[in-house]
């Protein structure tokens, strides 16, 4: 995919929402899907007005680049992720627009989920993030590259390591403990080698438009 690089715009004068080019954002999102899925997925982008549908897909895929916090990074989510857990990022950029903090932010989002106006998948389903692309961006628009193994992402709503006999960093374990927790099953070392090597073109494009420098 041929991307325009032009300069990264802020999304409610937070430099921890990032805004990049249309056709750049497409490609960063889909970076998280495998290839197979990819020209199906549906696109979400970030625009001032908060996400909007910047392709439509033909298959059950949403993917987009998340952006909670502060935390960028590429997912691309199944049906019952883009039914249950899509509106948690979407509900985000609209409370950053209303000119809620991060700690505001996640008060709301956990009350939601303990109100119902949030709620865990319903059933099994998986979620890719093989995007090798993560970043933390801080309130004065700091830019640090977080270390990201690209994996799967299996539903978990509220499962332990002790439940799955996980350990971090090993074959599966739980991300986080919640409604919206993950089994993360990384991908094995050449799986990983081959996606390094094809998005490292995407890879320079992202890190230029946000002012990341390896150090």
């Known amino acids: 995919?041929?991307?325009?690089?032009?300069?990264?715009?802020?999304f409610?004068?937070?430099?921890?929402?990032?805004?990049?080019?249309?056709?750049?954002?497409?490609?960063?999102?889909?970076?998280?899907?495998?290839?197979?899925?990819?020209?199906?997925a549906t696109v979400l982008a970030l625009e001032r007005t908060g996400y909007v549908i910047a392709k439509h897909g033909t298959n059950?895929?949403?993917?987009?680049?998340?952006?909670?916090?502060?935390?960028?990074?590429?997912?691309?989510?199944?049906?019952?992720?883009?039914?249950?857990?899509?509106?948690?990022?979407?509900a985000d950029a609209q409370l950053r627009l209303e000119g809620k903090s991060s700690a505001e932010i996640d008060r709301i989002i956990s009350d939601g989920y303990a109100h119902g106006r949030f709620f865990a998948p319903a059933r099994a389903g998986i979620s890719y993030m093989l995007s090798p692309m993560r970043y933390r961006i801080d309130a004065n628009g700091a830019v640090t590259r977080t270390t990201s193994n690209p994996h799967l992402m299996f539903y978990g709503?509220?499962?332990?390591?002790?439940?799955?006999?996980?350990?971090?960093?090993?074959?599966?374990?739980?991300?986080?403990?919640?409604?919206?927790?993950?089994?993360?099953?990384?991908?094995?070392?050449?799986?990983?080698?081959?996606i390094v090597g094809e998005t490292q073109p995407l890879v320079e494009q992202v890190e230029r438009a946000i002012g990341y420098q390896s150090k």
């Open 1 to 10: 995919m041929t991307v325009i690089i032009a300069a990264v715009m802020l």
């Open 12 to 40: 409610a004068n937070s430099p921890q929402y990032p805004m990049f080019p249309r056709e750049l954002e497409i490609a960063f999102a889909l970076s998280a899907a495998p290839a197979h899925v990819r020209d199906g």
């Open 157 to 194: 709503p509220n499962l332990t390591d002790a439940d799955i006999g996980g350990v971090r960093g090993s074959f599966a374990f739980i991300n986080k403990v919640g409604p919206d927790g993950m089994i993360i099953v990384p991908v094995g070392s050449k799986e990983r080698d081959t």
């Open 60 to 90: 059950a895929f949403t993917c987009l680049v998340s952006r909670r916090g502060g935390d960028v990074f590429p997912v691309c989510w199944d049906a019952e992720g883009t039914r249950a857990l899509v509106a948690v990022d979407i």
